[in-house]
Every structure is written in C-alpha cells, then in structure tokens.
C-alpha cells in the first residue's frame, strides 16, 4: 500500500522556493563583499591559496614523520601465535563446496523446524533425517554434541 503525499508536488515546490526567497539575503550579502574582495585583489588570493596549501602539506608531512614506522622483517612476525590459532579440531568437516552447500541446506531445514511453534510426526521424522545426513557429512557429529557417548 503506497502512502498519501500530504501535499503535491507543486505546493512542495512554492515551499522550497520561498524558503529559498526568505534565506537567500543572508547568503547573498557575504558571497558578495568576499567575491568583491578576492577580485579585487587576485595577486593576495593566489598567495592565500599557496600559502594554505603549502602549510597543509607541512602540516601532513610533520604528522606523518613525527612517530617513524618501524622496518618491516618477517623474523619479527609472530608466527607461532599464528599457528596456535589457526590449529584445527581434528572431527571437523573437511571444507569442499559440496560440504557447505549441503550444510546450508540442512542449516535451512533446522531454521524451519525451529520456526515451528508446534512440530508434528513428520517434523519429527524431518530432524531425524537431518541428523542422519550430518551424520554421512561428518561422523564425529554426535560425539561432539555428547562428548561421553563414545559410540557413533
């Protein structure tokens, strides 16, 4: 259902166009004396424009050089943190692109059962076939949910 425009475009338009009228003596009275002033002395502006930007340079190199970067080695990267990190657990599921297609197929399947407020004998049957197709993904799946239940 589209919403009802409180007024037309046109009216919208007058709107603008006299917000416009009321603000524009006060834009136009400063733009005109500085306008005034910098034609009027085009050798100052020119200097002011260098000067503001050779300061903003100065500016930028002394921030950039005030703390120097150190030198970059690859001798001091911590590699063995890295490896700690990056240790996998040995049950999890091979990475293949038919593995996580057919996990987010699943994943969906379980976001669809737990939207349920009520699950009936095939919901039921559903998760068990989901659970049976983890399962062939990865046969350590159980395990891991019930860490004491050894048995497959």
């Keep these: 259902m589209k919403q009802k425009r409180s007024t037309s475009p046109s009216q919208f338009l007058a709107g603008v ?3 416009g009228s009321e ?8 733009y005109r004396r500085a306008r005034a002033y910098l034609e009027a002395r085009p050798r100052k502006t020119i200097i002011w424009m260098m000067v503001i930007a050779l300061s903003n340079f100065g500016l930028w190199m ?3 050089h005030k703390h120097p970067v150190k030198d970059f080695s690859i001798a001091d990267m ?4 890295v490896k700690e990190k990056l240790v996998l657990d040995k049950s999890a599921v091979p990475f293949s692109l ?6 987010s197929k699943l994943k969906d399947s379980l976001n669809y059962l737990l939207s349920k407020k ?3 004998r095939e919901d039921t049957l559903l998760f068990i076939r989901i659970a049976q197709q983890y399962e ?6 159980f395990r891991r949910l019930h860490p004491k239940n050894k048995t497959p």
Excluded at 23 to 30: A, D, E, I, Q, T
Excluded at 78 to 81: L, T
Excluded at 98 to 103: G, S
């Design 118 to 120: 009520e699950l009936s």
């Design 98 to 103: 038919a593995n996580y297609m057919a996990i």
């Design 136 to 141: 062939r993904i990865d046969p350590a799946f």
């Design 62 to 64: 002394y921030i950039a």
């Design 17 to 19: 166009k006299e917000a």
């Design 78 to 81: 911590p590699f063995n943190k």
């Design 23 to 30: 603000f524009r003596p006060l834009v136009v009275k400063p």
